[in-house]
């Protein structure tokens, strides 16, 4: 099985392109532990999205408080003897900390980060999911959820660049970039069997899979 030499695998992108379902997908292949963010449980995110510049703040520290519990929890695990599948990397944090907050918030939450953050596990793999803007915001709109709703298209394409700018730098662990806007990992079994297979023939620590279509 082209999983099984992977015991902590991530899967990361920006808001819309997929990580949730294909982490899920790929824990469920891998008999693996999912470890998924719990965007619902922050309270301060559905008013983020109305109004950012009051709330990024509260939001950001809610997920980094989340977040280092969760490296703390990892830390403790057997990954030799139990297999993880996540739908987040953890030093991508201070990518949206940097994205939505004013410069003093942001120098605020680099002193927490840099005080409580935890050593995380180095993933055996990270997969980097891809989409064009328009990609992304139809499928945000199409999974409905109610806080998403004000989310513009300006955000999608900021936070896409600087996901690109992030993964552009990224060296700790082996890297699989996909563009996934051509590709349904969830509903299509061919598509998710052509990933298999292109995870199954990594070589090198960056490498990239892309699939175009008429």
């Known amino acids: 099985m082209p999983l099984s030499k992977y015991r902590y695998i991530v899967v990361e992108g920006p808001i819309g392109v997929g990580k949730t379902s294909l982490a899920q ?12 963010e719990k965007p619902q449980d922050n309270p301060f995110l559905a008013n983020f999205y109305q109004d950012p510049v009051r709330y990024a703040l509260p939001t950001q520290l809610f997920f980094l408080f989340q977040r280092i519990n969760e490296a703390r929890d990892m830390a403790q695990m057997d990954l030799f003897q139990s297999r ?8 991508k944090d201070a990518l949206f900390a940097r994205l939505t ?11 927490i980060y840099q005080g409580l953050a935890p050593q995380a596990p180095t993933p055996d793999l990270v997969i980097y999911l891809q989409a064009p803007t328009y990609t992304l915001s139809e499928r945000v709109r199409r999974r409905g959820n ?14 896409a660049e600087s996901y690109g700018e992030f993964f552009h730098h990224y060296e700790e662990a082996p890297l699989l970039v996909v563009n996934s806007e051509h590709l349904n990992f969830v509903d299509n079994e061919d598509d998710f069997n052509l990933l298999l297979d292109r995870i199954a023939k990594m070589k090198g620590r960056r490498e990239y899979f892309n699939v175009g279509r008429d």
Do not use: C
């Open 101 to 111: 907050l004013s410069d003093d918030e942001y120098k605020l939450y680099q002193s």
């Open 146 to 159: 109610r806080y998403e709703r004000t989310i513009q298209d300006d955000y999608l394409t900021r936070l």
């Open 84 to 91: 993880t599948v996540s739908d987040y990397l953890f030093e």
């Open 25 to 36: 997908r790929l824990a469920d292949r891998a008999e693996a532990h999912p470890l998924l």
